[in-house]
């Protein structure tokens, strides 16, 4: 009885050679997809973040902005921080609005007659750019954006919205720069 299926001890299947070459290909030509442009230009290695205008009564937002700023941008951009003297750009902007705002309460008063938030945020809204110094030009410009800082107010206090809101910004502004594909 002939059994051509049937696999024969020490004889290996034939390899087909065009398959072969077909699947080592790409490993021979390498990778043909690269990313062009995004991110800022190459001659931008430094950066001078200036403090954000503050058009709000909360004072300590322009420090506690520019304190997340130097602390997440550089390293976010692939750049340095350095003197407005010589600095390839400037990050610079303005606070417009922030503000705190329940978004969920039980609306059952609790003994006491008061009402039970149950989640809370704090909603900054800004303007900001990111200027190039050395090609006189503005390389990315935001304006009316809105960052949010979520919390639980039976945990965590209106700080804790504020600080998330503010490590929003940041990422809005790192997305912003590395969004000019």
Known sequence: MYRPFLKRPGRRPARKPALLALLLLPLLTGCMYSFVGGGLPS??????????????????????????????????????????QTADAIVRGTIRSAEEQTTNFNPTPDPSGRITRNEARVQITFDAEIYDVRQDTVLWRGNGITALGLFDPTREDVDD???????????KLVEGAQSQW
């Open 43 to 84: 001659h931008v290695r430094r950066v001078f973040i200036e403090p954000f205008e503050n058009e709000t009564p909360y004072q300590t937002l322009t420090s506690d902005l520019l304190r997340e700023m130097q602390d997440q941008l550089p390293g976010n951009l692939g750049v340095r921080l350095a003197s407005q």
């Open 161 to 171: 919205g504020r600080r998330k809101a503010l490590e929003e910004v940041v990422q």
